[in-house]
DNA sequence: GCAGACCTGTGACATTCATCACAATCGGTA
DNA sequence: TACCGATTGTGATGAATGTCACAGGTCTGC
């Protein structure tokens, strides 16, 4: 089995077991293999999402614009699930904008392109939906670590449960996402003593 | 059609338009209606969580305990579906407590009441994922809320798209929900002048 | 090597928020 | 009416955070 493919099946598994390895090569043909230089832009404020993407390379940083600040909302390394849901359901112009954090590469499930060619009851469309639920478990989890943690025990969270996010992130992006400024987020630091 | 029966297909409309009326009774059957007493838990803490609940009346508060101080996540109301994703698809212990915040009715969507009853493939699961779905674009919406906005930007945020929520639930159950102390949302509240 | 862009740390000061204490208000009820 | 419990408002004070300014470090491309 080719790498990539065999990439793409543990990150299918992430998601769900009921999917026969047979069917794995008929996800991955739905989906489109992309590679994007930093910096380039998956999804545009204003643009209405119509994709899900998995990242099978680099990272994919969201975020909002805020009167002309950045805040980070989001980060999503390899084997992470990412979208932007409600603009996608609703039809709604994107509120966020998606893009490459490092060098990036991304299976994109395009809905249009899906409809397109699959049944909606298909077995492709079940799978989406499957990535709806483990999304859920994970967006659930990502606002409550919000209302229950302070800054300095978000941050220590983040050192215990995803260090990489400290390793190939930089601290001044890290900051609007863990709702700080830079210079609080480096006293934080600084207080480990 | 029974008022009941009329609400709840109002309220399955708002995850879908793709279940044909004929199937609603299906549906509401395979849920279990309850009427709680203001209180009255629906998930504890500890308990895995089996089931989505769809609000029939009243409201449901779900809380977190933070070393004995409460900190309340959500409050869901008429025709809001609430329940604890993570627990549910990990099998794993609830972190929060579900209960009724007024004296409520629910309809509860029970997944191994479910399981016992239909394929994995009917329309109740598909249903069930199409909840998970549409909670997640409420969810998404959430967890970016909190950091985008300051606490006295949600509390205007809520005055204007929630005020329910302002007129139903005390301001000391609404301040952890907020991010802040009661005495600070007084003082928000105090400074529209 | 060097210039320039970006990132991190830190000091000084203003602002916001939490904490503690207590007063005022409102509803329900004896 | 009078009382009680729950809720809300508010003052005083200290802690945490934001803002502004600047210094030093790292990395990249010329």
Same mark, same amino acid.
């Given at each position: ?27 991955? =043909? ?9 910096? @380039?832009?998956?999804?545009r404020? =204003?643009e ?8 099978a390379? =680099? ?14 909302? +989001?980060?999503?390394? /390899?084997g992470?699930? @990412? ?15 998606? /893009?490459? *954090? /490092? ?6 499930? +395009?809905?249009?392109?899906?409809? *397109? ?12 939906r499957?990535?709806?639920?483990? $999304?859920?478990?994970? @967006?659930?989890?990502?606002? +409550? ?6 800054? @300095? /025990? ?11 996010? $400290? ?27």
């Amino acid at each position: 089995m080719p790498a990539l493919e065999e990439r793409f099946r543990e990150y299918v598994r992430k998601v769900t077991l009921r999917v026969p390895d047979e069917d794995i090569p008929m996800l991955m =043909g739905a989906t489109e293999y992309r590679e994007l230089k930093k910096g @380039t832009a998956l999804l545009r404020e =204003g643009e209405v999402c119509r994709s899900v993407y998995l990242v099978a390379a =680099g990272y994919l940083r969201t975020y909002y614009n805020k009167d002309g600040t950045t805040i980070n909302l +989001n980060f999503s390394f /390899e084997g992470d699930y @990412t979208g932007h849901i409600k603009s996608m359901r609703n039809h709604l112009p994107s509120e966020y904008t998606i /893009e490459a *954090g /490092e060098d990036a590469a991304v299976w994109i499930f +395009n809905i249009d392109s899906i409809s *397109g060619q699959f049944d909606r009851d298909s077995e492709i469309f079940l799978f989406i939906r499957r990535i709806a639920m483990y $999304l859920l478990a994970v @967006t659930e989890d990502q606002s +409550n670590f919000f209302k229950i943690y302070t800054p @300095t /025990e978000r941050y220590h969270y983040i050192e215990e449960h995803n260090p990489q996010l $400290l390793q190939r992130v930089s601290l001044s992006q890290i900051s609007s996402y863990l709702g700080v400024t830079r210079e609080t987020l480096s006293r934080i630091r600084a207080k480990r003593d």
